[in-house]
């Protein structure tokens, strides 16, 4: 490695004993759209299924439900399989030059001031163990939507219903 190679920062294991953080899908949508261009939303969702997941699931993303607000941050949504998160690699196997390069966004345990993280999957149980995980590894603001891309379908059918009585 030459001198002006930049390092993989290393991971710390850190106990979880703290409570993981979760949001729903009501809470999840006003968080995004009470953001503007004056002050743009900088938080990142990870979606750890697998990508033949992601397209079989209803057909649908959850960036085909999104505020308007939320798609002005074109980095919002990330997929990072759950493999990548539990085993590390996400983190460590990178230089922070490349984890922006590779995901769009600063590395969490690089930045001075990373962006929150929310993890999401089909039914919150998979983005728990990515918070668990990310958490042990070092990264301070997780949030894990509980509802996932099911809750967020049913949620998102519920308001659209709404909005034509």
């Given at each position: 490695m030459s001198n002006n190679a930049t390092t993989i920062p290393t991971i710390p294991t850190i106990p979880t004993t703290t409570t993981i953080p979760t949001i729903t899908s009501s809470s999840l949508y006003a968080h995004l759209s009470s953001h503007d261009q004056s002050s743009p939303n900088n938080t990142i969702a990870i979606d750890v299924r697998p990508m033949s997941e992601i397209r079989s699931t209803f057909g649908l993303t959850i960036p085909d439900y999104l505020p308007p607000?939320?798609?002005?941050?074109?980095?919002?949504?990330?997929?990072?399989?759950?493999?990548?998160?539990?085993?590390?690699?996400?983190?460590?196997?990178?230089?922070?030059?490349?984890?922006?390069?590779?995901?769009?966004?600063?590395?969490?345990?690089?930045?001075?001031?990373?962006?929150?993280?929310?993890?999401?999957?089909?039914?919150?149980?998979?983005?728990?163990?990515?918070?668990?995980?990310?958490?042990?590894?070092?990264?301070?603001?997780?949030?894990?939507?509980?509802?996932?891309?099911?809750?967020?379908?049913?949620?998102?059918?519920?308001?659209?219903?709404?909005?034509?009585k």
């Open positions: 607000s939320a798609l002005k941050n074109p980095n919002f949504v990330k997929y990072i399989p759950l493999e990548d998160i539990t085993s590390g690699s996400w983190l460590s196997d990178l230089t922070p030059s490349e984890f922006s390069s590779n995901y769009g966004f600063p590395h969490p345990l690089s930045s001075s001031s990373p962006p929150p993280i929310i993890f999401i999957c089909r039914g919150g149980v998979r983005s728990k163990v990515a918070c668990e995980k990310a958490m042990e590894q070092g990264v301070k603001d997780v949030t894990n939507y509980v509802e996932g891309a099911i809750g967020w379908d049913a949620w998102w059918r519920e308001k659209e219903g709404e909005g034509r």
